[in-house]
């Protein structure tokens, strides 16, 4: 029992991290219907952000004399990086997407997987393809409740996402931004002519997506130690699997999709065997398209003839 | 027995109740009618009968089946050929092509026939050549054969959908909007084309159509909808001083006195 | 009378490429040589995924699965058939050939059944999902092969000989391979069913309404396209010592769409020269790896931008020579 509870706690906070990266692919689909490959590139560069900017603030210096960073510190590392992936963001979609807005569908997926590509492989270049350790901007400290192993570390992942995903939710609600982005992803044509400047809202949605990623990348590096400049690659993919099974342009789907992904990961490592913990979000995506396609909280579509 | 029935159909999208318990009947060798205001649901019935769409309710037959809720592949084998009001026309294939396409039925040879380009094959694709000659003769668009289909202007597209539908042998043609951006000349030689449509080659037509000058001219019944139902059903005479199908169209009639001066 | 014709054609054909051999062998090194069996290689990967991205327009982007197929197909058919094989005919060349063709011949069997499994579930999605969904198949397959320990997992399988699988390929089959399927694919893109999946791209629901089977039809070509880049799997597989699950990563898939989009989407000439150019660049680059890739990222996306369809679009070479038809006015997308 206490096993399965384990297995619960690091699939919950997995899948927090998954629907943090889920919530951007679902925006920018919603409205643009377009899938941002690069978004877990996003992610990557976000955690590498964090990275460097620790270490420019002495993190090093912190762990070796065994005092534990700072909260401050740890609070400028994590806007630093979800800054610098905003304007990372903002960038891809200015340089790469804007100029094939209008083109038939396949044209901005290809510009996309390039986008990924092209930042994988400069992530590499730039980055070492190395694995690096992550530094201990939080320093850890275990605790047992139940029998059950909590990490001050896993209990960060909750809080931080939970704080960003309310953020999100009242900014989508209340704020006049977020009304414009849900106006968008319902009938961009409309929004048009209702006088909404649809460049100024897209580069919002894609600005708070890159965002949220780099919280997530910080996150993952704290909770998965390491970090490689391929790592948005496979995450990335199970983030975008989580945010269509939620149902792709919901947010709270993406967030039930990501929790969903993160514990179906967990419980098939810990109870099937640690081989095949990346396949079963292929099945669940195969198996959601073919049985339910817009996602357990999306909406079908129907196509105008 | 009609040739095409439909009987209590409705078409419901989420909260759009789009098409109302519509019910009409085309009779063998008609030229019909349905008329409506813009989004009374007129397309939405081709969709229907075409099998894009499957009715939540209601029965639609064609020469006495069912076929509510088919693919609109097996409808059109079953012989109703639709153009469409947006026109699609496969623009990047020449005209020839586009109607060749159509033309399953008379291309019998296999996937390996063709890979290997056996006599069999051969004779086939030299049939459906032929038979799509014909029918761009018959629409007048035999010069333009060899043409890409997306740089003609929009009459002759729309020309080209009703050669290509004719491909299909069809016995029930559904024209949606035909004479859009069509002037008066235009309207009429289309107005001629219909009628040769049913009586030379024996094609039953229903037409979804915004000008009135083809409407009234060709057509025998026409069947109003607005707002998805059904308000009137008649001849042109009679569709023409219909008091409901006015008050669609036109508003209302207000009491003098209120008037702005 | 036609046949005779035909026959004596092909065996010319045959025979010149047989001559070509000769020729490459004597004059080119190893290294060249290896270059241009990859080349033709990706003449047959870039030949057969253009029938299904470009000809019908379904954005396939996990042909890497299929490939991989292919490879372990005709590697284990061709060990297991060596032993009663040369029992009956001694092991001269007319025996290994024999092996050989089988060999890929099951090996394009495999991978055209797994494209039928893939294809049927996934062909009734939208381009974007259907991308997402190949690209999850070909992941699936090559996390399969990497855990069947009967085929080597991730050391690979090359098959009971130590020093490797057979190096049956060599310029003739390659180039013999690639000339059959450059035909075949020609042919079938130029006829009813061509025109067929050319309107399904197009538009899909027009073409339904014209009594297009279009599900089959996709599905049909979706196999097709599986068992060439199995064929071209078998040819990879046999020279190499072995096959590795590493050999069939997503890279390899990129690669493949790559090279259908710099020739241009939609043209068999445009995939053959956009196969060579692959081919050629990976080698040229082989020290750059990295930056082979990150050149490839951005030629997708300044294609995508500047000329994005390649270098011939949906035309043939053939077609450059004679009057340019005048191109389709451009039309903003619908729905679907």
Not at chain 1, 31 to 42: D, P, Q, R, Y
Not at chain 1, 149 to 171: D, E, P, Q, S
Not at chain 2, 177 to 205: C, H, K, W, Y
């Given at each position: 029992m206490t096993q399965f509870l384990q297995q619960i706690i690091n699939g919950l906070s997995l899948g927090s991290i998954y629907a943090l990266i889920a919530l951007g692919y679902t925006m920018v689909y919603g409205?643009?219907?377009?899938?941002?490959?690069?978004?877990?590139?996003?992610f990557m560069v976000g955690a590498y952000t964090g990275f460097y900017a620790a270490g420019a603030l002495g993190v090093a210096g912190f762990e070796a004399s065994g005092r534990g960073f700072p909260l401050y510190l740890a609070l400028l590392v994590l806007i630093v990086a979800m800054a610098a992936a905003a304007l990372l963001g903002v960038a891809i979609e200015f340089l790469a997407y804007r100029p094939v807005r209008s083109a038939p569908r396949l044209t901005p997926l290809i510009t996309a997987i390039g986008v990924s590509l092209f930042l994988q492989n400069a992530g590499m270049l730039l980055f070492s393809p190395n694995p690096q350790r992550y530094p201990a901007i939080l320093s850890e400290v275990r605790f047992e409740l139940?029998?059950?192993?909590?990490?001050?570390?896993?209990?960060?992942?909750?809080?931080?996402?939970?704080?960003?995903?309310?953020?999100?939710?009242?900014?989508?609600?209340k704020t006049w931004t977020g009304r414009a982005m849900r106006a968008l992803s319902f009938n961009i044509d409309a929004a048009k002519l209702m006088g909404i400047d649809t460049n100024q809202v897209i580069r919002?949605?894609?600005?708070?997506?890159?965002?949220?990623?780099?919280?997530?990348g910080i996150l993952f590096g704290l909770d998965q130690i390491t970090i490689n400049p391929l790592m948005g690659v496979l995450t990335g993919l199970k983030a975008f699997v989580a945010a269509v099974l939620g149902g792709i342009g919901s947010i709270p789907g993406a967030v039930v999709g990501g929790l969903l992904i993160g514990l179906a990961e967990q419980l098939t490592a810990g109870y099937l065997s640690p081989e095949y913990r990346d396949a079963i979000t292929f099945v669940i995506l195969i198996l959601i398209l073919l049985l339910k396609p817009e996602g357990l909280l999306g909406v079908v579509r129907v196509e105008k003839v | 027995m009609s040739l095409l029935e439909l009987h209590a159909v409705d078409k419901i999208f989420g909260g759009l109740h789009a098409v109302r318990a519509v019910s009409f009947q085309v009779e063998k060798g008609a030229i019909f009618g349905l008329i409506g205001p813009n989004g009374a649901g007129k397309t939405t019935l081709f969709n229907l009968i075409t099998g894009v769409y499957t009715p939540e309710h209601g029965r639609i037959s064609f020469a006495g089946k069912n076929i509510a809720g088919l693919k609109p592949a097996l409808i059109a084998e079953r012989g109703i050929a639709r153009t469409f009001q947006n026109i699609r026309v496969f623009r990047t294939m020449t005209v020839a092509e586009n109607v060749m396409v159509a033309g399953h039925h008379l291309h019998k040879a296999s996937i390996a026939a063709a890979m290997l380009r056996t006599r069999s094959y051969e004779r086939d694709e030299q049939a459906l050549a032929k038979r799509a000659q014909e029918l761009l003769e018959i629409l007048g668009l035999a010069e333009l054969a060899g043409e890409v289909a997306g740089s003609l202007p929009y009459g002759s597209q729309r020309r080209l959908e009703i050669a290509r539908g004719l491909m299909l042998s069809p016995e029930?043609?559904?024209?949606?909007?035909?004479?859009?951006?069509?002037?008066?000349?235009?309207?009429?030689?289309?107005?001629?084309?219909?009628?040769?449509?049913?009586?030379?080659?024996?094609?039953?037509?229903?037409?979804?159509?915004?000008?009135?000058?083809?409407?009234?001219?060709?057509?025998?019944?026409?069947?109003?909808?607005?707002?998805?139902?059904?308000?009137?059903?008649?001849s042109p005479a009679e569709i023409k001083v219909h008091p409901k199908v006015l008050a669609a169209y036109l508003g209302e009639e207000q009491p003098a006195d209120e008037a702005s001066s | 009378m036609r046949a005779v014709i035909r026959l004596a054609v092909a065996s010319a054909v045959l025979l010149a490429i047989y001559g070509l051999q000769f020729g490459v062998e004597a004059g080119f090194t190893e290294y060249v040589q290896r270059i241009i069996l990859l080349a033709g290689i990706n003449v047959i990967l870039a030949v057969g995924l253009n029938l299904i991205n470009g000809t019908t327009g379904q954005f396939s982007i996990g042909h890497a699965g299929f490939m991989a197929v292919g490879a372990y197909g005709a590697a284990f058919v061709g060990v297991q058939l060596a032993r009663p094989v040369h029992a009956a005919l001694g092991s001269g060349p007319f025996a290994d050939a024999l092996i050989f063709n089988l060999a890929l011949l099951a090996g394009a069997l495999f991978a055209g059944i797994s494209g039928l499994i893939v294809g049927m579930p996934s062909l009734r999605l939208r381009g974007d999902y259907l991308a997402v969904v190949t690209l999850g198949f070909g992941e699936i397959i090559r996390i399969l092969f990497n855990n069947a320990s009967f085929l080597g997992s991730a050391t690979g399988y090359s098959g009971n000989d130590p020093s490797g699988l057979p190096a049956y390929t060599n310029f003739f089959w390659v180039f013999a391979w690639a000339t059959a399927i450059v035909l075949l694919i020609h042919n079938l893109t130029f006829s009813q069913t061509g025109r067929s999946l050319t309107a399904i791209r197009e538009d899909e629901i027009a073409a339904e309404a014209m009594a297009t089977p279009t599900t089959r039809l996709k599905v049909t070509a979706f196999a097709i396209s599986a068992a060439t880049a199995g064929i071209a799997g078998g040819l990879f597989a046999h020279m190499q010592a072995g096959v590795r699950p590493e050999d069939f990563r997503f890279e390899r898939s990129i690669d493949m769409v790559v090279m259908i989009i710099v020739g241009g989407l939609g043209s068999i000439s445009g995939a053959i020269l956009g196969g060579i150019f692959v081919a050629v660049s990976l080698e040229l680059m082989r020290d750059l790896q990295q930056y082979r890739l990150v050149l490839y990222a951005l030629l997708l996306i300044v294609i995508m931008i500047v000329r994005p369809e390649g270098l011939l679009g949906t035309r043939e070479l053939h077609q450059l020579l004679r009057r340019k038809s005048p191109k389709p006015a451009p039309r903003k997308t619908e729905g679907a």
């Open positions: 409205i643009l219907k377009l899938i941002n490959f690069a978004h877990g590139e996003v139940f029998g059950v192993i909590v990490t001050n570390i896993k209990l960060t992942i909750f809080a931080v996402a939970l704080c960003l995903m309310l953020g999100l939710h009242l900014f989508v609600q919002s949605t894609f600005a708070i997506g890159s965002g949220l990623a780099a919280a997530g | 029930l043609l559904l024209l949606d909007e035909p004479a859009a951006g069509m002037n008066s000349q235009e309207a009429r030689t289309l107005n001629e084309q219909i009628r040769f449509l049913r009586d030379q080659l024996g094609l039953t037509v229903i037409l979804v159509e915004h000008n009135m000058a083809v409407v009234m001219n060709v057509c025998e019944t026409i069947h109003v909808v607005d707002h998805g139902e059904t308000i009137a059903e008649g | -």
